[in-house]
């Protein structure tokens, strides 16, 4: 049984740091390409940052590039965001995703199989 749990999340102010981890479990992590999506109330979801099976690949969404860090260690079984300069529209619940077909990194979530219950990330103004 595929599993995958995140962990993390909080309340912090504007300008603060968080880091987000994804443990995974009942799947070969290292086949897999992963990535963040985010859900603010109201909206749709979307896709933050993602990175190939061996990690050397990261894409980013443009509104967090330079700002966020996405990695893996395969050897753990988990993967990070590190969120810095945090804003308030950073505010949403950021769920891991796991792709276990694809070769690069796809922004769409409809092309993600595994999703975790999501950890909520509040930044206060």
């Known amino acids: 049984q595929v599993q995958l749990a995140e962990s993390g999340g909080g309340l912090v102010p504007a300008g603060d740091s968080l880091r987000l981890s994804c443990a995974a479990s009942?799947?070969?992590?290292?086949?897999?390409?992963m990535a963040w999506f985010r859900q603010a109330p109201g909206k749709e979801r979307e896709f933050v940052a993602g990175?190939?099976?061996?990690?050397?690949?990261?894409l980013y969404a443009d509104s967090v590039k330079g700002r966020f860090t996405i990695s893996r260690d395969n050897a753990k079984n988990t993967q990070y965001l590190q969120m810095n300069s945090l804003k308030p529209e950073d505010t949403a619940v950021y769920y891991c995703?796991?792709?276990?077909?694809?070769?690069?990194?796809?922004?769409?979530?409809?092309?993600?199989?595994?999703w975790g219950q999501g950890t909520q990330v509040t930044v206060s103004s």
């Open positions: 995703a796991g792709d276990r077909t694809a070769v690069v990194v796809f922004i769409r979530p409809e092309k993600y199989d595994y």
């Open positions: 009942g799947l070969t992590f290292s086949n897999y390409v």
């Open positions: 990175i190939s099976r061996g990690g050397a690949s990261t």
